[in-house]
């Protein structure tokens, strides 16, 4: 089954947070959408993997993805490492998706910086004809970076404003981490009162900057070719 977009996610609601707007308005134009969580998220504070299992396949019907994956991988303790690599890998061949999601690399979290190498890496290891897996090489055209610092211009914003609504289910499905004031589980920056309200300003931080609704942020590595400029931006501005 070829996928257009696959995202990749160090533990699941990380793709949610970031670009499951994005996501939903691809699915709506056509497109065959993926996430792949790394782990299984066991070390959170809050809930279980078990839980955070079935929060993501309820957050999948949402996003309205093609298919969900979970690599099983050790929260805490993704290394970009040979055997991480080889499952990388065999899900790039498999899916073969042209456009590649993933987290930014300066990051706080170092499973999410170690995901940001990882899946880079294999972005072009996946070509090379000489690593043996069950499905030919093949190397995805572009690899896109989310949860972008504001430190960092983006190098483009999504519209969502028509896809928030939906975004916000999708990271509600995650009840487990969120704010609940019946709760005596740890508290953690996801669970404060204020998580909700600082993910819905900084989407629409970035929709101001469309003078829209709500948008999301990609980095590109590399230059993004324009085949016709006036139209794209002329549609940007019409929109």
Wanted: hydrophobic letters at 35%; glycine letters at 6%; one cysteine or more.
């Amino acid at each position: 089954m070829k996928l257009d977009v696959l995202a990749f996610g160090a533990h699941p609601d990380d793709v949610e947070l970031a670009v499951a707007g994005t996501l939903v308005k691809l699915a709506e134009l056509g497109y065959r959408t993926g996430v792949v969580d790394m782990s299984r998220g066991e070390l959170g504070s809050r809930g279980t993997s078990q839980i955070r299992a079935r929060e993501a396949r309820a957050a999948a019907k949402v996003m309205k993805l093609t298919v969900r994956e979970n690599l099983g991988l050790k929260d805490g303790a993704i290394l970009n490492s040979r055997t991480a690599r080889t499952k990388v890998v065999e899900v790039l061949r498999k899916y073969r998706p042209d456009v590649i999601m993933t987290h930014y690399w300066d990051d706080q979290h170092p499973d999410h910086i170690q995901t940001s190498s990882l899946v880079t890496d294999c972005c072009y290891l996946s070509g090379l004809a000489k690593i043996r897996t069950r499905h030919p090489r093949f190397r995805p055209a572009h690899v896109l970076y989310f949860r972008v610092p504001y430190s960092v211009t983006p190098s483009f914003l999504v519209d969502i404003t028509k896809q928030f609504d939906r975004k916000m289910e999708a990271i509600r499905c995650y009840k487990s981490q969120l704010h609940d004031p019946q709760s005596d589980e740890p508290q953690t920056y996801l669970s404060v009162p204020g998580f909700i309200p600082g993910i819905e300003a900084k989407h629409r931080y970035y929709g101001y900057l469309l003078r829209s609704g709500y948008a999301e942020a990609f980095y590109s590595k590399r230059a993004i070719a324009l085949e016709d400029p006036v139209a794209t931006l002329s549609q940007s501005r019409k929109a």
